[in-house]
Each structure stands twice: as C-alpha cells, then as structure tokens.
C-alpha cells in the first residue's frame, strides 16, 4: 500500500496556509530557495538536516504514517479478518539513493512477512557457501510494486502481489534500517 493513502486515512495532513516558519526554516528555505513553510514542515518530520543546497534539500526523515510497522498490522488484521487467508502487508514510500537517480519504491512499514532474508550458511547453484548475502525481500517487493503504483497520476495505490518467495513471518522494518554504527557514510 502505497504511504500516502494510509498517512490520508490516518489524518496526517497538514494545511499549508497554517505553517509559520521558524526561524531555522526560514534560513534553510533561503539557502534552497524553497517555501519556507515547506521547510518547517520537513523540519518537524526530520532526525536530522544532512544536506541542503539550492533545490535540494537532504533530510533522515521519521516515516510517515507515524507508527507505520503498526498501521500495516492494523490494515492486516483487519484484511485477515476480512478474507479468512493468512497474509502480509507492506506500506511503501519512493526514495532517492545517494549514487543512483532516480525514485524507487522501498518498505517503511511491515507486517506478516519478512523484511530481510539471511542467506548466510546455504549454498549457491554453484557449491559456494554463502557468507555474506542477506536479501531485502521487503524492499524488492516494495520496488516492483511500485513500479505498477507508478510515481505520479497513475492513481493505483494498492498492489495485491502473490508468489512471494519467502516464507511468511512476523517482521518490522527495524530489521531492514542499519544500526548507525555499522553505518559506513557517516
């Protein structure tokens, strides 16, 4: 499911007009030649600034909806219950890579299937034991089906994706997020 109708539902919108700028606000928004409305607004919703220039701002954000790993066990639930058939669900959002252009949909919230599968210990089609391969089965999922959600008027926000390779589990995006201190770019 795509964030911003789950954020929508979830009444996590914000009227524009009703932002005063704060005074760190307004000099980023100077600096990027942005709205500093705006800016106040990505202030509120950031940990941290890490890069601004002008049009571009770079910001380690919290994830909309607030509390996303519990709205996609809320809508499971719900679906579950609904169906009668065990399942996952994922909420998505678009995000940018440092060394790559372009938007690619990643997971921010999980419930009822795995964020990353640990490959290390099985062997490859060539007889290799595996040391170090670890999937993002959350996110690679995330990236196909947004690339059928589309990036802008294509208005399909929710995917149903069957044939999922891996076995089912209860999961939460923290397994997905690298510690800080194993974080090699800060």
Do not use: C
Request: glycine content about 8%; cysteine-free; hydrophobic content about 45%.
């Amino acid at each position: 499911m795509a964030q911003k109708i789950v954020s929508k539902a979830e009444g996590r919108i914000i009227n524009l007009t009703t932002v005063t700028p704060s005074p760190e606000a307004i000099k980023i928004a100077t600096m990027t030649e942005k709205d500093p409305r705006l800016l106040e607004l990505m202030l509120r919703e950031s940990k941290t600034v890490m890069r601004a220039r002008p049009g571009v701002v770079i910001v380690e954000h919290r994830l909309l909806p607030e509390n996303p790993d519990a709205s996609a066990q809320a809508i499971r639930h719900r679906l579950e219950q609904a169906s009668g058939v065990h399942l996952g669900v994922m909420i998505i959002d678009s995000h940018g890579k440092a060394w790559r252009m372009g938007a690619v949909g990643v997971a921010i919230g999980l419930a009822g299937l795995p964020g990353l599968v640990d490959l290390r210990g099985q062997v490859d089609i060539f007889g290799y034991k595996l040391r170090v391969t670890q999937v993002g089965a959350a996110d690679e999922l995330a990236s196909a089906a947004s690339l059928v959600m589309g990036q802008t008027a294509e208005s399909t926000p929710v995917v149903h994706v069957r044939g999922f390779p891996y076995k089912l589990r209860e999961a939460s995006l923290e397994e997905l997020l690298r510690p800080k201190e194993l974080d090699l770019f800060r």
